[in-house]
């Protein structure tokens, strides 16, 4: 089996810390992204990565931080700056140039 | 920018029932456009695709034709099964990012 694997499923915390959510893949994807689901509002971009050692920000940046530091590894960080992280969110890779992405299962992030 | 405007939601349809979810977008040049569908609990799955104006894309019953004319990638399908309840999301790219419409959540009852 393979492809992108998110960790945790569900993740609970309190209001204050920081979290980070892992994302794995063995598809040799060159770009990864996270993404935000919120109900009724559907995805909205956090941050992206074409290649090792470089990311861009998406659309909703503020309060989140990553790495790349290999290919295969992209964690997103929820710091205690972002207002509201409770949210799903899901990490995916891109195949070659057409922009088809491979999604993770997500991750369920609920702050108390 | 790139936009995707999608049906709203939440559709409900009997079984067997005729399936269409409306999808339009702007974009400037030629983009590829997408259906991806999510299933409970689950990430988004690709479901078709369509790279150039007029090419259908197609899969698992599913079908949705690339129209340059109307800027338009509807999904339709001619019999729904319960099995397809899920939330149906329309994409433009390529780009570096897709863009993502807001999601349709489908509901089929026996």
């Known amino acids: 089996d393979g492809g992108i694997t998110q960790s945790p499923k569900y993740l609970f915390r309190k209001e204050g810390q920081n979290v980070t959510l892992s994302c794995e893949q063995n598809?040799?994807?060159?770009?990864m992204y996270w993404y935000r689901q919120d109900p009724g509002q559907g995805l909205r971009l956090i941050y992206y990565s074409q290649i090792v050692n470089d990311f861009q920000k998406g659309d909703i940046a503020e309060g989140y931080s990553v790495s790349r530091e290999k290919k295969e590894s992209f964690p997103l960080t929820v710091t205690s700056a972002q207002k509201n992280p409770t949210a799903f969110y899901l990490c995916?890779?891109?195949?070659?140039?057409?922009?088809?992405?491979?999604f993770g299962e997500g991750s369920r992030l609920t702050v108390l | 920018g790139d936009s995707v405007t999608q049906m709203e939601g939440p559709v409900t349809l009997s079984e067997e029932a005729f399936l269409t979810i409306n999808c339009t977008y702007t974009a400037t040049g030629y983009p590829s456009l997408f259906w991806y569908v999510q299933y409970p609990g689950e990430g988004l799955q690709l479901l078709l695709k369509?790279?150039?104006?007029?090419d259908k894309g197609s899969n698992k019953g599913f079908e949705a034709t690339y129209r340059k004319e109307t800027t338009s990638f509807h999904l339709e399908k001619g019999s729904v099964q319960v099995s397809d309840s899920a939330v149906y999301f329309c994409a433009l790219g390529p780009n570096e990012k897709l863009t993502f419409g807001t999601g349709t959540r489908l509901t089929i009852i026996p």
């Open positions: 598809l040799n994807h060159d770009a």
């Open positions: 995916a890779g891109r195949r070659g140039a057409t922009g088809e992405l491979f």
């Open positions: 369509a790279t150039k104006a007029d």
